[in-house]
């Protein structure tokens, strides 16, 4: 999905065993609540709720930065978020736009034309800007008058159910992108000497065992012993810093195989030092490296309920390598809101490709 069209979806910034309930009855209400749905705080962005049943109840999110593309043709972006809330059997959305007047005006309204020929029922459009919301829907001067109507979400019974439900929200989609950037230039030259000389080892181990599949079964044991390792360090709260092991981490991911192995050690009970693990290996490889550290590292989020990093982990992904299939499942499963306990790793598995080079 190319990165300014409708980003889909953030269900929740965590997940708890037994959902969240949250109750919207007011605009203020729905401020309040899209940053824990969402994940994070948003800025330049449109947000769209697609609910569906006779008691209308949210069943999907999309999220839809206020870039070039979309500024530049509103209507093509209104036309993706309501062939998405379609392919969902949503009948009814829920708008919220942050941004500058005119940005958000041109979106919402582009969206609103859109919806009303899809027979999409638009319950409330609402802008959100320094610390008070507009509402598109209402024209009435009581409720909401020209200058806006001050909101402290922070002060919403909808902020507290949420808090006490476990859900939590990071500051900025900004803060999130910063946490994994990958390292900057001068600190790359170690790395990009480490992963060649990790190249020339795996393609010598593969050279001594060749199998059926690109790498062989030495390749697979020898990396799935390495990654064992690597994890039960990370258990202990020692990450690995060498250049030359990061790099090996980095190549003996490659095989589909060795990455499984790390996969299936993932769960909510160990999510956080895999977290760290696998950030830390996703901000130190090579570009062409990046993609099973940053599913790991997805996974690991995901079994947290992190969904905000899990979806900007398979932003890496997607611009390393836009069809690596494994992140392809990742956001579909993130997209259906499952959580973590609802998409057994087997099932997964069945469908994941042979060993790639």
Known sequence: MEPNRPRLPAPGPTAPLA???????SPADIVAAVPYLL???????????????????????????????????????????????????????????YGPAADITRCVDALRRRAAEAGIAVGEALRVADGRYWSYVCDSPGCCPPEGVPVDPSASAVSA???????????????IRAYLAPLDDPARAPMRAATRRAERRGRRLRAAS??????????????????????????????????????????????????DDAWVRIGPGTADPHVELWRQVLRHVDPAYRPAPGCLLAVAAWARGDIALADAALDLVRAAD???????????AL???????????????????????
């Not at 609802?342 to 469908?351: F, I, K």
């Open 161 to 175: 159910a949420a808090v006490a439900n476990g859900l939590s929200a990071w500051q900025s989609l900004n803060r």
């Open 335 to 357: 997209r259906a809101g499952l959580p973590w306990q609802g998409v057994p790793a087997e099932r997964l598995a069945a469908a994941w490709p042979r060993d790639r080079p």
């Open 322 to 332: 836009p069809r690596y299939p494994l992140a392809e499942l990742l956001c579909q």
């Open 39 to 97: 994940g994070y705080h948003p800025a330049d962005t449109l947000v769209v709720l697609g609910l569906r049943g006779g008691t209308p109840r949210l069943h999907t999110l999309f999220r839809c930065d206020l870039g070039e593309h979309v500024l530049g043709h509103p209507l093509e972006a209104a036309r993706h978020l309501v062939t998405g809330l379609r392919a969902d059997h949503c009948g009814t959305a829920l708008i919220v736009g």
């Open 210 to 259: 060749p199998g059926r599949d690109s790498f062989g079964p030495r390749f697979r044991v020898r990396g799935a012993r390495v990654v064992r390792a690597a994890v039960a360090a990370a258990l202990r709260g020692d990450l690995p810093r060498a250049p030359d092991h990061l790099a090996w981490l980095g190549v003996l991911l490659a095989c589909v195989r060795v990455r």
């Open 19 to 25: 959902p969240a309930v949250l109750t919207l009855s």
